[in-house]
Each structure stands twice: as structure tokens, then as C-alpha cells.
């Protein structure tokens, strides 16, 4: 299928309609229910969010469309309407997710980085139980229990968890698909009850199916990200519109932070590396510091006292896909969402920072495969600039070794398997399991190991 012409992106819309304010005024649990699917994140970071709604955003096309070529043979329910919810939302306690995630990257980081890809022994998994919900989400199963919904997407581990509670309690019969939104898969997903994993490449199959998870449940679809990461865009337009030159290499620094914290070493080792930017004549620098002003400043005023003339700083921008694609490498950290754009916009890396828990998976992956380039220190980074501009060939290499990890497709791929695993539940299949209030069981050895 032809890629569309560039067009600006779409922002995604907010999530409107059911939330856990909305569920004490829900309909009967026998009155008529609307076609319902929901994409269920956790407000953890940035990345799970983004992932649901660009989820969320292909349900949509598809149910907004004729194209055969978009379609491909799916049936898409009449009048079906996409609910995005936070699962945070709907806790006994409701706590803030940003905030505990930061806690990871302080003093707690080598924990996290011990435990986050096995539990245990990482044979010890977690198959999924009603816990979840008995214990903190009973709010989530009630709403499941009155809108009914065909199918549920989640791109975040306790969404999912809280997802095969709920339909074990109901008694309900829909598909639930698991989403994960880093290049490996932690050993608490759902394994034994998840209708389906979409996950990123073999890697992670190869980790599933020690897990006891069969073929037929697993399909690589690669991290779903925003339909702009599916455009074609011609890179000396763009370039003009962002007021780029067109004659240097574009390097666009990812500064912009979400969770200020785990951007603080990162953005010390940029400002470390700033006073001698200037000095890459061949090359120019595009700051990018999302919605944090008073980072922006700094940058400004950092480029004025050491004379770095190459070099614009620009606040949220909203055209981000079409920004990456206008540039030749990028400066980031190594967070599942920001490397999955990247490869999708077709824009090598240099990973900067040391990295722990699913950041060491994704660095690991992308630098094995040649996709990346990893450096941890001012010092390093500007090594590594100093050599891409000796070696220019280094970023063709790192781009075609990316194109195998692409699937600018992959929010689309997950809507279509949806619609058709809906499909099967609608003839007789049965995605309901055996009710576990707590269910672990042995997996074999792990594929990867630490």
C-alpha cells in the first residue's frame, strides 16, 4: 500500500466518555450497551498514554473508512465508539503514577534494573488473577460489567492485569490484547489469560514463549505510534517551515521532558556539551523542550554566552513527525515511545545516558542491531559528533540497519487484529478463563537473562 503524502499531524484528541467519574451514572447492567472498545493505559511517563491514543486514533480510521487497502478484509462494528481511560483513574487509592515512576531514577535504580525484566528466578510468572480488582480496581469491573465492551487494548502491565480481572469476575467473553510499549516484556504481564501479545520484534516472541505462551497468542506488530509516523514528507519543505538550513546535518536534541527527574542527567550532559556545539560547522542543532519554558530560556540563554550560532530552540511542538523526518540524527533518551518515532520517521540515534530497567532493553536491542549509537557522557557525545563528522556513512548505516525494526503500521495492525478477534468472539470463540484470585505458575528457562 502507497504511504500517504506529508500532511501536518493530527493531535490526538483528548479521551472523552466513560472514565471513573461517569460509572455510578451508567446505565442499567441490562440495558442496551453501544459497541464499545477500550484502550486502557496508565499515566506512568508519557509513552503508555501515547501508545493508547494512537491506538485509539486507528480505530477510528478504520471505523471512518472504505478503503479496502486500510481495511483488509476487518468488519468493523456499526457505530463503534473508542473509549481511552487511565486505569490510575479508577484505584481505591488513587495515586500519581508520574510521580512514582520517578522514584526509579534516583537512589532505586539498580533495584528496578534487577527486577523489571523476570520475576524471580524468572521462571516464577504471573499468569493473572482477581486480585487486582478485590484489592484496588473494583470500580474498573463495574464499569466493564455495564458498558460490555468487544474488546480491550492495554499498553500498560497493570491495565492489563486489571483487565483479566474484570472479565474473569464479569463472566464476560472479549478479547484482551496486551500492548507493551518497550522492546522486552516484563514478567508480570497477564501471560496465561492475554488473548494476544503485539509486541515489537522476535526478541520479545522469543521471551513469551519460555512463558508458556503459544504462537498463536503472540504477533509482532511493532509499538504503535500516531498516524504522522505513517507519512511521506518532502524534508527541504519542512526544513524551510522550521527555518532549518538545508545545506548541514540536522541534529534534533530531544530535551523536552515529561517527568522532569529522569531527564536530569540527561540534560546535564547536554549542557555540559553545549559550549562546544558551535564548533560542528557542518551540523545544526534543534533543542526540542516540550512545555518546559523555563528550560527553553536556558537553552537560549546558554547558545548567547558560548556564541553557538547553529543551533534553534523551539518549546511543544506539535508536528513532531514531521520535524524528525526533516532532521538526519537525533540525540534522545532511550524510552520505548521516543525510539519506536524515531525509527519510524527514519532518523537514526545516539542514545545518551546510562540507562536501567526497560531503557537497557531498548538501548541494548537498538545498538545490536545497528540502529543506534550509545554514549554516556558530555565527552562521549561530542567523540561520537566528532566522528559522524569524519564518517558521515556511520548515519546511512545506522538507518538501514533501522528499516528492519519499522512498523510505521503497527497502531493499524493492532486496531485490524482487534476488529477480527471481536469477529471470532462474535461466532462462538471463547476468550474467558478459569477464575484465579492468584495464579503463578513455572515457565521454562528464560530466553534472556541478565
Known amino acids: 500500500m502507497e504511504k500517504p503524502t506529508g500532511t501536518p499531524i493530527i493531535a490526538p484528541q483528548e479521551p472523552k466518555g466513560l472514565d471513573a467519574r461517569t460509572v455510578d451514572g451508567a446505565a442499567s447492567p441490562d440495558a442496551p ?75 532505586m535504580r539498580p533495584f528496578y534494573d534487577l527486577t523489571w525484566r523476570y520475576t524471580f528466578t524468572g521462571r516464577l510468572l504471573w499468569g493473572g488473577g482477581t486480585v487486582w480488582s478485590y484489592v484496588m480496581y473494583a470500580k474498573f469491573t463495574e464499569m466493564v460489567r455495564r458498558s460490555k465492551p468487544l474488546a480491550v487494548v492495554c499498553t500498560h502491565i497493570v491495565a492489563a492485569n486489571v483487565a483479566v480481572s474484570a472479565r474473569m469476575i464479569t463472566g464476560q467473553n472479549f478479547p484482551i490484547l496486551c500492548v507493551p510499549t518497550d522492546y522486552e516484556v516484563e514478567g508480570l504481564w497477564p501471560h496465561r489469560t492475554t488473548s494476544l501479545f503485539c509486541v515489537a520484534n522476535e526478541t520479545m516472541a522469543e521471551t513469551l514463549r519460555p512463558r508458556k505462551v503459544p504462537d498463536e497468542n503472540i504477533l509482532i506488530t511493532g509499538i504503535p505510534t500516531r498516524n504522522g509516523f505513517r507519512m511521506a514528507y518532502d524534508q527541504g519543505l519542512i526544513r524551510s517551515q522550521f527555518g532549518l538550513p ?9 530535551a523536552g ?32 523542550a516540550g512545555d518546559d519554558k523555563q528550560y527553553a530560556d536556558h537553552l537560549e540563554a546558554e547558545c548567547r554566552e558560548y ?94 540497519s533501522g528499516d528492519i525494526l519499522r512498523h510505521p503500521e503497527a497502531a493499524l495492525d493492532i486496531a485490524r487484529v482487534s476488529f477480527r478477534l471481536i469477529e471470532q468472539a462474535r461466532l462462538g470463540a471463547s476468550f474467558q478463563k478459569k477464575k484465579h484470585f492468584l495464579w503463578f505458575y513455572w515457565g521454562k528457562k528464560p530466553a534472556h537473562t541478565r
Do not use: W
Request: net charge neutral.
Open 33 to 107: 450497551t453501544r459497541p464499545t472498545v477500550l484502550v486502557v493505559h496508565a499515566s506512568v511517563g508519557s509513552g503508555h498514554r501515547s501508545a493508547a491514543l494512537s491506538v485509539e486514533e486507528a480505530f477510528n480510521i478504520l471505523s471512518e473508512t472504505n478503503d479496502p487497502a486500510l481495511l483488509q478484509g476487518c468488519c468493523v462494528p456499526e457505530g463503534l465508539t473508542v473509549e481511552t481511560l487511565d486505569i490510575l483513574d479508577f484505584g481505591r487509592i488513587v495515586f500519581n503514577g508520574n510521580r512514582a515512576a520517578s522514584m526509579f531514577t534516583g537512589a
Open 246 to 254: 538545508q545545506d548541514k546535518l540536522v541534529v534534533l536534541v530531544l
Open 257 to 288: 521532558a515529561y517527568l522532569p527527574r529522569p531527564y536530569v542527567h540527561f540534560r546535564e550532559a547536554i549542557d555540559k556539551a553545549l559550549p562546544s556545539l558551535g564548533h560542528y560547522t557542518g551540523m545544526h542543532f534543534i533543542f526540542v
Open 307 to 400: 556564541g553557538v550560532a547553529n543551533a534553534t530552540v523551539v518549546g511543544y511542538v506539535q508536528e513532531m513527525a514531521a520535524l524528525m523526518a526533516a532532521s538526519d540524527l537525533t540525540i534522545c533518551k532511550s524510552g520505548g515511545l521516543t525510539v519506536t518515532e524515531c525509527l519510524c520517521a527514519r532518523v537514526p540515534m545516539i542514545l545518551l545516558g546510562k540507562t536501567y530497567g526497560q531503557e537497557k532493553s531498548n538501548r541494548r536491542m537498538l545498538t545490536a542491531m545497528g540502529a543506534a549509537m550509545h554514549v554516556t557522557t558530555a565527552r562521549e557525545l561530542l567523540e561520537t559528533l566528532q566522528h559522524i563528522t569524519k564518517y558521515p556513512q556511520q548515519v546511512k548505516g545506522m538507518l538501514i
